[in-house]
């Protein structure tokens, strides 16, 4: 049977164990083959001069990033990593890799980033790499975690639309046979209409497509989604809800990803609940006095805006009460300042990682609000129709999963928080 590399111990005796070749290294009468699989490393050491025939003749033959299969005796060893190594008594080439390898798995030669997406099969067994994926698993089922145990539903939406949810700009047109349709920005109106159908809580992690032209470190074409609703709550509820949330993430990742933190070497460490709020105009003064290029009331927070604001703040921290003008129609106004709303940002230092609102339960002043924003609510009106027969008021937000994870990582790159990314100009793998 098979052990997995980090069991491997000289209490064992003897042992069979399939991984990768991860190094080579042939010092003549003594030859070193570091094996690797997810679990981590194990030297095999050839000794040429007492090894059977077969075993020499596989090692000889091997390439880095073959998998072996190799039986032996498992003895202490101080110089291996994790202090034993195994002397192969069989040694078994399952499946020989091509050389050259068109990506360096053993980190001695750093690839570009193109280099390593179109080959990310080699460069997800980067222990770096496979780290980050396991911490997003670590992250993810703390957030499933989370929401079942609060009594939330966890619904699935379609991803195929015929309306924008966000705005009209961003979206990816579809051939959809004879129809008009569109890969959706945002499960925004759905699960708006799951709270006129009475579910109350509702939560999707999901993809949303955005066709944004710029080609950023921190904008993906296609991103994941976690994507929260709420009745009977305001905004206030939703964002204590969305502390939670993040710090039963980083919570978990804490408890059960220590080997992976250590891998990738990050200071990590689990925001405090009581983020700060800041309202939008008290970020616009901060914003005024830090940056160069003109910024006023009514203006969107820039990319230096944000950093600026950030490290001023230097932790997570909320931004609320912004102008009606610059928030999606779907944001509720307050009664009485209807030019600002009960929308909010949430922010890590680095950037924006969530925004969310109180939303209009009435139908009138939602239709109202989308003719505001030059828009036309015959497109609207499967979505309209729920707020003529019953909604509850509601609240909710979208939190970026991939910006979630390189903030948490200090990931230099959102290409880095998903296998196979979309951007600008990338379609493959
Ligand atoms: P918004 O458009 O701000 O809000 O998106 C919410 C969060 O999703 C992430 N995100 C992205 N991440 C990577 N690449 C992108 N192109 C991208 N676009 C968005 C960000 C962002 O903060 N319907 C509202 C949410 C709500 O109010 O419930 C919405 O979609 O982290």
Redesign the pocket.
Known sequence: MRIPLKDVTPELETAEVIGWVHEIRDLGGLAFYILRDRTGFLQAAVIKKKAPEAVLIAAKEVSRESVVRIKGVVKESDKAPGGREIIPESFEIISKAETPLPLDVSDKVLAEVDTRLDNRYLDARRPKVAAIFQIRNAATHAINDYFYNEGFINITTSKIVAAA??GGTELFPIAYFEKEAFLNQ?P?LYKQMMMAAGFEKVYEIGP?F?A?EHNTT???NE?T?I?VEVSFADHNDVMDLLENVIIAAYENVDKTCSDAIETLGVDFSVPKKGFPKLTYAEAIDIAAVSIEEDIAYGDDLSTSAERAIGEEMGEHYFITDWPTSIKPYYAMPYENEPEICKAFDMMHPRM??????QRIHQHDLLVEQILQKGMSPEGFEFYLKPFKYGMPPHA?????M??LIMTMLDLPN?REAVLFPRDRHRVTP
């Not at 924006?352 to 609102?357: F, I, K, M, P, T």
């Not at 909710?396 to 970026?400: A, D, S």
């Open positions: 949810t966000e945002s925004q949303i955005r944004e921190r904008h993906l991103a989604s994507d924006e990682l969530s925004s969310g609102a909710g937000w979208g939190v970026g991939e910006r959102i």
